[in-house]
């Protein structure tokens, strides 16, 4: 033994994982196979079954209520922006009644269901047609569609409004105090300073909410709103193939996927001075 290797203690053999690291790990190694396995199969089922002339016959309806579908899930995250403003301002407002009032909104529309909002406008307000016509607002109650846009936008203005409020007011105390030092006056320095350092704040769960939109914008097919899910309905109630639904959950998907990607580029376009 040379005076190196007597000078060298000897290593104690690594410890032995934890018994719940190694369940946990298999636990996730056996959902993998099994969520790997059913995709194989699915995707498999897709290909064996594929019908070429029912994707020609069906394929424009399917891109039509695609179309549908962005449409009103843009306008509807575009107005809800813009309401979403004022509502955020009365949360943080001192006036007890613009505050309350902005708060009964907001714990209304994220209190309950999107369905149930749409519902009640839908079918609600049709049950007050007299008087929405004495006022000339039957018009744009009438149809499905302007009451699918305008439930939307009510519901995302709420969660916009709050995501904003809590953006404004994790902008650190110092730069208010800085722009009043200056002799910034408190709108210019709410919209030149405040605001747009929320707006970074506030991006990522813009994206979040902007993916749950497209996901919940499926719900009005069943007040005749022909986007996507309705004219996915449409097409299996004409020939009972499930495959009908396989494409609309592809093309979700990829409207998801899309929107994640654009948006991850877009924080870091706007993030990038940060992370120097």
């Not at 006022?135 to 519901?155: H, I, Q």
């Not at 006056?185 to 939109?213: D, H």
Request: charged letters at 15%.
């Amino acid at each position: 033994m040379s005076f190196v290797e007597t000078m060298i203690p000897p290593q104690a053999p690594p410890p032995a994982p934890p018994k719940a690291y190694t369940l946990a790990r298999f636990v996730g190694s056996v959902t993998l196979g099994i969520w790997l396995a059913l995709g194989v199969g699915i995707f498999l089922t897709v290909v064996n079954g594929w019908d070429p002339a029912k994707f020609a016959k069906y394929g424009p309806s399917f891109l039509s209520g695609l179309g549908v579908t962005l449409m009103l899930v843009a306008c509807s995250v575009v107005l809800g922006a813009i309401l979403s403003l004022p509502i955020a301002l009365g949360r943080m407002s001192k006036n007890k009644i613009w505050s309350w009032l902005a708060y009964a909104y907001v714990y209304f529309f994220r209190g309950t269901p999107l369905i149930a909002q749409l519902f009640l406008i839908y079918y609600g307000l049709g049950s007050f047609r007299p008087q929405l016509e004495s006022v000339g607002l039957w018009w744009f109650f009438r149809e499905a569609w302007n009451c699918a846009l305008f439930t939307f936008t009510l519901n995302t203005a709420a969660y916009q409004a709050e995501i904003l409020r809590g953006s404004i007011e994790s902008v650190p105390r110092g730069q208010r105090e800085g722009a009043a030092a200056l002799g910034l006056p408190e709108r210019v320095a709410f919209y030149k300073i405040i605001l747009p350092q929320a707006m970074i704040v506030a991006l990522r769960p813009y994206g979040n909410e902007i993916i749950l939109m497209i996901k919940g914008s499926a719900i009005v097919a069943i007040v005749t709103v022909f986007d996507l899910m309705g004219e996915t309905r449409r097409a299996f109630s004409r020939t009972f193939d499930y495959q009908m639904y396989v494409w609309a959950a592809i093309l979700y998907l990829l409207m998801v996927e899309l929107l994640r990607n654009i948006w991850a580029w877009l924080e870091n376009r706007l993030t990038r001075h940060l992370k120097r």
